[in-house]
């Protein structure tokens, strides 16, 4: 028996995990695999207030985003960042800065 929480096992005639307080279960569900994301860049910048806001329209408007570079040039204040999108979420992405005229010199 394996608690679905903390994954312990314990011995047959044990009905709940002691730390966890939940029931045992015979075997833990198989993990979900993770999805495989093919990113692309849709804007590369090394304007931190461009950054701040490119990241903020990608956000509200839902589309997942991470920032190549941030960490660097965070540190260095140097070099440029890169906003890159999941490739099914780039037209959407480029289209809403294009709509706030943000793609002027510094899209990928």
């Not at 709940?16 to 979900?32: A, H, M, N």
């Not at 903020?56 to 965070?74: M, N, P, T, W, Y």
């Amino acid at each position: 028996m394996i608690c679905p929480e903390c994954g312990a096992e314990f011995i047959e005639g044990i009905h709940g995990c002691p730390d966890c307080r939940v029931p045992l279960v015979p075997e833990l569900p198989p993990r979900p695999r993770p999805e495989y994301v093919e990113y692309v860049t849709v804007l590369k910048t090394g304007n931190p207030i461009v950054l701040a806001m490119v990241k903020s329209i990608l956000a509200s408007a839902g589309i997942r985003h991470f920032v190549k570079g941030e960490v660097l040039q965070d540190l260095f204040r140097v070099g440029t960042a890169e906003i890159q999108v999941g490739k099914d979420d780039e037209q959407e992405a480029r289209n809403l800065l294009r709509e706030r005229a943000i793609d002027s010199g510094e899209a990928g």
